[in-house]
């Protein structure tokens, strides 16, 4: 196994049989394994080992399935080329010397290069599905609560969810059919449902499908890109969908709001690391104060501490309205506009990603150009709902994925609708 892709390369095998019986699966590196490290791709964390194993990863042993590594990523989940790990870059199997995607790009290239049949990772922002897009494979952002985050080292509590890669929507769905559903140590679970079977979903029928197109995530997005998602538009069509514009006039400030609200989380559930309770230390004599700032100074990259400064400022006394405050109400709005859109369509569709996969090392200076990269991926975190990626084609030989958005914990009708394509 590359190096570049997995932290770990040890086994954990699951029971003799069950439904991901002799499938091999890689987790990202912030969920839980019990006695293998878990990092986050952060010297902070180099040599944690988890004393115990996450709700997801207890159901996939219980499902048959073998772990057969830790997946790289970026820094505690802070980015979207998975550069920033403190374990070096990934390489893109479909598009050498490219980016995977963030931050869960060890994941998607973990199944893209054939290494793992399936793996887990999360997204707060687009996480799983940037990662999905730019390494051609498949990847599933669940409804916020369906799947449990216990275990998941946070990052942004209100935002974050545990989701599935294959290489086909089916693959991914059969994954999800095992770590969906209530934890009685996760308050913010529920049932997936008696009758829900996301595996049987995929039987590509799109007969009838209406399509919401939202005119303002093409807008600005590369040009061989939107001709890519049109060309996926298309074929779904010829299977019996049609389409047709729909407007989310509030999706123009969610990155605003999302950075605002996701780095503000991170700054209070990054607290905990200060070389005490959990994390590296520098083992410093002296006051208190010093050995916290030394221990945080050394331990976390450069990303990480621009984020937790930022969400630290917006919370502090005198501009938690003005920023948090704000955030949350243009968050509101968010999900107000996605209600009303999907009114009118039963799925909604724009590309996963305005770009193609950056270079290797073409972005990490421009962090700003980053942050806007996750335009048409952050709005469906803030409204709380359900999206998979899809690879639409190419562009220039670069993958191209296409995104489908649902209603609330309609995850069933975006997996039928995905599996017209993949």
Not at 30 to 42: A, D, K, L
Not at 205 to 216: A, N, S
Not at 367 to 389: E, F, H, M, R
């Amino acid at each position: 196994m590359s190096e570049d892709i997995f932290i770990t390369e040890e086994r954990i095998e699951g029971a003799d049989d069950g439904p991901l019986a002799g499938k091999t699966v890689a987790v990202k590196d912030n969920i839980s394994t019990e006695g293998v490290r878990t990092t986050c791709g952060s010297k902070m964390l180099d040599e944690y080992v988890p004393p115990y194993d996450a709700t997801v990863v207890s159901r996939l042993k219980e499902a048959g399935a073998t772990i057969v590594g830790k997946a790289n990523m970026d820094e505690f989940g802070m980015g979207t080329t998975t550069e920033t790990s403190y374990f070096g870059e990934t390489d893109n199997p479909a598009a050498p010397g490219h980016v995977p995607g963030g931050s869960s790009g060890g994941s998607a290239a973990a199944v893209a290069a054939g290494e793992a049949d399936l793996a887990l990772g999360s997204d707060t922002g687009g996480s799983v599905r940037c990662p999905a897009a730019f390494c051609g494979v498949v990847g599933i952002k669940p409804t916020y609560g369906l799947v449990s985050r216990y275990g998941l080292v946070a990052y942004g509590n209100s935002l974050e969810q545990i989701g599935p890669f294959g290489e086909t929507v089916e693959d991914a769905a059969a994954l999800l059919d095992v770590i969906a559903g209530s934890d009685e140590r996760d308050a913010t679970t529920r049932e997936a449902g008696d009758d829900a079977n996301y595996a049987d979903a995929a039987t590509g029928d799109v007969d009838g499908l209406q399509i919401g197109i939202p005119t303002e995530l093409l807008e600005g997005a590369d040009e061989g890109v939107v001709e890519t998602f049109w060309d996926a538009i298309d074929d779904l069509e010829d299977k019996g969908a049609s389409y047709h514009e729909v407007s989310l006039p509030s999706v123009e400030h969610a990155v605003e709001a999302y950075y605002v609200i996701a780095m503000s989380e991170a700054s209070s559930n990054l607290a905990r690391f200060d070389g005490v309770r959990y994390g590296h230390s520098g083992g410093y004599d002296g006051n208190w104060n010093e050995t916290f700032a030394k221990a945080r100074e050394e331990g976390f990259g450069d990303e990480v501490k621009r984020r937790i400064l930022l969400g630290t400022y917006a919370l502090s006394a005198g501009y938690h309205d003005k920023y948090y405050k704000k955030a949350q109400d243009a968050r509101a709005w968010v999900k107000q506009d996605f209600d009303e859109a999907l009114s009118e369509a039963d799925v909604l569709a724009s590309p996963t990603m305005p770009v193609p996969p950056f270079e290797l090392g073409e972005s990490l200076d421009d962090p700003l150009k980053l942050y806007l990269a996750d335009a048409n991926t952050v709005p469906v975190n803030l409204a709380d709902l359900p999206a998979i990626s899809v690879p639409a084609g190419e562009t220039d030989g670069l993958p191209v994925g296409l995104q489908l958005v649902g209603p609330a914990f309609g995850e069933e009708r975006l997996i039928r609708a995905a599996s017209a394509l993949a």
